[in-house]
């Protein structure tokens, strides 16, 4: 790690299944009783927004439940620790990261405890329902919707992430299926700039291959390992 000052992390639903919070595409997952069309799309909220709205106010109840777990306690000591750049991107759209002490944290896919007001554009930080269409504190409109990203949506600070791509020595992924776009891309950008990639995951993902090394574990037991190697490199 001696030639290794930037860093790149990319998080995704693995990380904090641990902590009790349903992953995306597992079998169990969040999606089971909900096609995705009907909750995670521009088109469903236009069509049944009191569906959407009711599924997101159980997400934003649910995540206030849970507590961080030693993967994301081991990124907050290396938030802490790393005397040079690095970015936490993650795809969950929970606080754990940021509520075991991270700070260098960007949300791609945005954040179960905000709202957006789509008549002023204004994001403010929300933890109770929306379905009963509350006014913006802003501007006085009930315009709020969850402010997360539904397919056929653009995940947040594209440019940003590029950026730091650009400039990082060590892309790491973990807990990430490797078939979500764009971020599932990242690696191979990555890859194309010369920066060495690891992977952290439960088994491999779709994109193992790309990589340049891979371990496959639990994250609550392959993260606090893999900080303990790059703080006392």
């Known amino acids: 790690m001696g030639n290794i000052r930037n860093i790149v992390i990319l998080t995704g639903a693995g990380i904090s299944a641990e902590s009790g919070i ?14 995705v069309e009907d909750v995670a799309t521009p088109e469903a909220f236009a069509r049944d927004p009191d569906l959407v709205l009711r599924f ?13 777990n030693p993967a ?8 802490s620790g790393w005397k040079g750049e690095l970015l936490i991107v993650t795809q969950n759209v929970d606080d754990l990261h940021e509520r075991a002490g991270a700070k260098r944290v960007l949300h791609m896919h945005g954040t ?15 933890r109770d329902t929306l379905v009963e269409r509350p006014p913006c504190p802003e501007c006085g ?14 995940p947040y600070e594209m440019e940003r ?8 020595d ?8 490797g078939a ?4 599932a891309g990242f690696v191979r950008e990555a890859r194309a700039m010369g920066v060495r990639t690891l992977e952290l995951n439960l088994e491999p993902s779709q994109g193992t291959a790309w990589f340049d090394d891979a371990r496959h574990g639990q994250a609550s037991k392959l993260v606090p390992q893999w900080v303990d190697e790059v703080l006392s490199s």
């Open 170 to 177: 060590l892309f790491v992924s973990i807990g990430t299926s």
């Open 112 to 126: 179960h405890l905000n709202a957006w007001c789509t008549a002023c554009d204004v994001r403010t930080p929300w």
């Open 22 to 35: 349903d992953t995306f595409r597992g079998g169990g997952g969040l999606w089971e009783q909900h096609k």
């Open 180 to 183: 979500v776009y764009p971020a």
């Open 72 to 79: 994301h306690e081991a990124l907050a000591q290396l938030d």
């Open 141 to 154: 409109e009930r315009a709020l919707r969850p402010d997360v990203v539904w397919f056929g949506e653009m």
């Open 56 to 68: 997101y106010d159980m997400r934003r109840e649910a995540i206030q439940t849970k507590e961080p």
């Open 161 to 168: 992430i590029y950026g730091a791509l650009r400039e990082a």
